[in-house]
């Protein structure tokens, strides 16, 4: 999984964002212009005019906010310090990533994300 909290979201932001992240074979995304601005090594990038492929990233957005109060509801929980929510941000990547290894390894015992960090 990729991630950056900034301030602004911006075609930079987006390439640093995919620099970064594990690397793969296809990239799908809407037909954003952003994404097809961006240089991706060494997959290959698919716009498609529906949301058909992009199931997983909307899953991990929705698991994020769900574990995240601070990203669910601007007038309930949110972060003062964006320094703050990065190392949230990063905390949360890192258990996900150890429970994701580890659901592939294991496929058939159940573990929580809270078991990971």
């Known amino acids: 999984m990729g991630w950056a909290v900034t301030y ?3 075609g930079d ?3 640093l964002v995919l ?3 594990p690397q793969g074979v296809l990239y799908y995304s809407d037909a954003s212009q952003t994404y ?3 240089i991706y090594r060494p997959g290959i990038h698919i716009a ?4 058909s492929q992009t199931y997983r990233v909307e899953g991990d957005n929705a698991e994020l906010r769900h574990y995240l109060a601070r990203l669910a509801r601007r007038s309930r929980c ?3 310090c964006i320094k703050a929510l990065a190392r949230a941000v990063k ?3 890192y ?3 150890r429970r994701q290894l580890h659901k592939q390894q294991y496929p058939g015992y159940p573990v929580n994300v809270k078991d990971f960090v």
Request: aromatic share 16%; glycine share 0%; charged share 30%.
């Open 8 to 10: 602004t979201c911006d």
């Open 13 to 15: 932001i987006w390439q």
């Open 19 to 21: 620099d970064r992240a």
């Open 36 to 38: 097809d601005a961006l």
């Open 48 to 51: 498609l005019p529906d949301k």
């Open 78 to 80: 949110f972060s003062r």
């Open 91 to 93: 905390l949360f990547v």
């Open 95 to 97: 258990a996900w990533n």
